[in-house]
C-alpha cells in the first residue's frame, strides 16, 4: 500500500490531517451473518468471506494511506446484532509515523448485542521514532455476548536500526464498568522502558482478552486459563514473560513481552484457537489474509 505524501519522512506537521471514518453494522438473517458498511475517506473494508459458513463474517480492514501521521484520525465503529459473529483483522501493521504536529489518533469502538460474537484480531501497531499517537479501543457487551481480542504495540524498529528513542504513545483499553486499561510510553521514560519492573527493555508489548456480557462458569473460566498457559509452556522463548488471569468473572486478559512481533503472533493465535474451541466449539480458521 502506498502511504500518505510525506509519511515516509514527516515530521513538519504541515500537512493537514486525514479523517477516516468507518461504520460496519453485523446482523444475523437466518444461518447467514451479513454485513452493510458506510465509509468517509481513506478507510475501509474487503468483500465479506465466509471460510468458515455462513454464520461467520470474515472481514479485512483496509487502510490505503499505509499510516497515520500528525493530526491523522482513524474512526471504527463496529456493532453487532443479536446472534451474528463477525472476525475482523488487517493486512498489516498501523503505523504510527514520526511528527511534530497534533497527535495521530486511532479509535474503535465495538457494541455487541445479545448472543454476539466479535474477533478483533488486528495485526500490529508501530510507533515510529518520534510519533506522537493515540490508541484507543472501546466496547460494549450486552449479556450474553462475547469478544475474543487483541493488541499488539511493537516501539520502534530496532533491527532496521530505528529504535524508539523519542516520541510517545498513549494506549486505552476499555470495557465501561468492568475493564479500563490506560497505558502512556514515553520513550524518556526510561525507568519504564529498561527497568525489570518495567518493560525490561523489550519493545513488544501485546495483551489478549476474552470478555464475555454473563459472567462464565467456574469450569470454564479455568478452562481457558489453563489453556491460555499450556500454550505460554509450548513457546519457551516467551513463557517466562507472558501471564493469564482472571481480572472479572466477565473477564480473562493475558499478557507477553517480547523482542519481535512474529513470536508473539504465533502464540496469540494458538491460544486463540484453543479458546474458540473451548468457548464456542470452533475450529481455529485463521483469516485469509495471514496465509498470503
Not at 9 to 19: D, F, K, L
Not at 110 to 138: D, M, S, V
Given at each position: 500500500?502506498?502511504?500518505?505524501?510525506?509519511?515516509?519522512?514527516?515530521?513538519?506537521?504541515?500537512?493537514?490531517?486525514?479523517?477516516?471514518?468507518?461504520?460496519?453494522?453485523?446482523?444475523?438473517?437466518?444461518?447467514?451473518?451479513?454485513?452493510?458498511?458506510?465509509?468517509?475517506?481513506?478507510?475501509?473494508?474487503?468483500?465479506?468471506?465466509?471460510?468458515?459458513?455462513?454464520?461467520?463474517?470474515?472481514?479485512?480492514?483496509?487502510?490505503?494511506?499505509?499510516?497515520?501521521?500528525?493530526?491523522?484520525?482513524?474512526?471504527?465503529?463496529?456493532?453487532?446484532?443479536?446472534?451474528?459473529?463477525?472476525?475482523?483483522?488487517?493486512?498489516g501493521a498501523t503505523r504510527f509515523y514520526r511528527s511534530t504536529g497534533a497527535p495521530a489518533i486511532?479509535?474503535?469502538?465495538?457494541?455487541?448485542?445479545?448472543?454476539?460474537?466479535?474477533?478483533?484480531?488486528?495485526?500490529?501497531?508501530?510507533?515510529?521514532?518520534?510519533?506522537?499517537?493515540?490508541?484507543?479501543?472501546?466496547?460494549?457487551?450486552?449479556?450474553?455476548?462475547?469478544?475474543?481480542?487483541?493488541?499488539?504495540?511493537?516501539?520502534?524498529?530496532?533491527?532496521?536500526?530505528?529504535?524508539?528513542?523519542?516520541?510517545?504513545?498513549?494506549?486505552?483499553?476499555?470495557?465501561?464498568?468492568?475493564?479500563?486499561?490506560?497505558?502512556?510510553?514515553?520513550?524518556?521514560?526510561?525507568?519504564?522502558?529498561?527497568?525489570?519492573?518495567?518493560?525490561?527493555?523489550?519493545?513488544?508489548?501485546?495483551?489478549?482478552?476474552?470478555?464475555?456480557?454473563?459472567?462464565?462458569?467456574?469450569?470454564?473460566?479455568?478452562?481457558?486459563?489453563?489453556?491460555?498457559?499450556?500454550?505460554?509452556?509450548?513457546?519457551?522463548?516467551?513463557?517466562?514473560?507472558?501471564?493469564?488471569?482472571?481480572?472479572?468473572?466477565?473477564?480473562?486478559?493475558?499478557?507477553?513481552?517480547?523482542?519481535?512481533?512474529?513470536?508473539?503472533?504465533?502464540?496469540?493465535?494458538?491460544?486463540?484457537?484453543?479458546?474458540?474451541?473451548?468457548?464456542?466449539?470452533?475450529?481455529?480458521?485463521?483469516?485469509?489474509?495471514?496465509?498470503?
Open positions: 500500500m502506498s502511504a500518505k505524501p510525506g509519511a515516509d519522512e514527516p515530521g513538519s506537521g504541515a500537512t493537514p490531517g486525514w479523517r477516516g471514518r468507518l461504520a460496519i453494522d453485523y446482523r444475523r438473517d437466518g444461518e447467514r451473518t451479513l454485513s452493510h458498511d458506510v465509509h468517509e475517506g481513506p478507510l475501509r473494508v474487503l468483500q465479506r468471506l465466509y471460510p468458515e459458513g455462513p454464520g461467520i463474517c470474515h472481514h479485512v480492514l483496509v487502510h490505503p494511506p499505509g499510516g497515520l501521521v500528525a493530526g491523522d484520525e482513524l474512526d471504527v465503529t463496529v456493532q453487532l446484532a443479536p446472534g451474528s459473529h463477525a472476525v475482523l483483522t488487517t493486512p486511532q479509535q474503535v469502538t465495538a457494541r455487541l448485542a445479545e448472543g454476539a460474537r466479535l474477533e478483533w484480531l488486528p495485526l500490529e501497531t508501530i510507533a515510529y521514532r518520534g510519533c506522537q499517537a493515540h490508541n484507543r479501543l472501546r466496547f460494549e457487551l450486552a449479556p450474553g455476548a462475547q469478544l475474543l481480542g487483541w493488541d499488539m504495540i511493537a516501539l520502534g524498529l530496532p533491527a532496521a536500526g530505528e529504535p524508539f528513542d523519542s516520541g510517545l504513545i498513549e494506549q486505552r483499553l476499555e470495557w465501561p464498568g468492568v475493564w479500563l486499561e490506560r497505558g502512556r510510553i514515553a520513550a524518556a521514560d526510561t525507568a519504564l522502558l529498561q527497568s525489570p519492573l518495567g518493560l525490561a527493555g523489550h519493545g513488544v508489548l501485546a495483551t489478549l482478552w476474552w470478555a464475555s456480557g454473563s459472567p462464565m462458569s467456574t469450569a470454564q473460566r479455568d478452562a481457558l486459563l489453563d489453556s491460555a498457559r499450556a500454550c505460554f509452556a509450548e513457546h519457551p522463548a516467551l513463557a517466562g514473560h507472558a501471564g493469564v488471569s482472571a481480572l472479572d468473572a466477565r473477564l480473562i486478559v493475558a499478557r507477553v513481552l517480547a523482542h519481535r512481533v512474529e513470536p508473539v503472533f504465533a502464540l496469540w493465535r494458538a491460544v486463540r484457537e484453543q479458546w474458540r474451541a473451548l468457548g464456542w466449539g470452533l475450529v481455529g480458521e485463521a483469516p485469509r489474509i495471514w496465509r498470503t
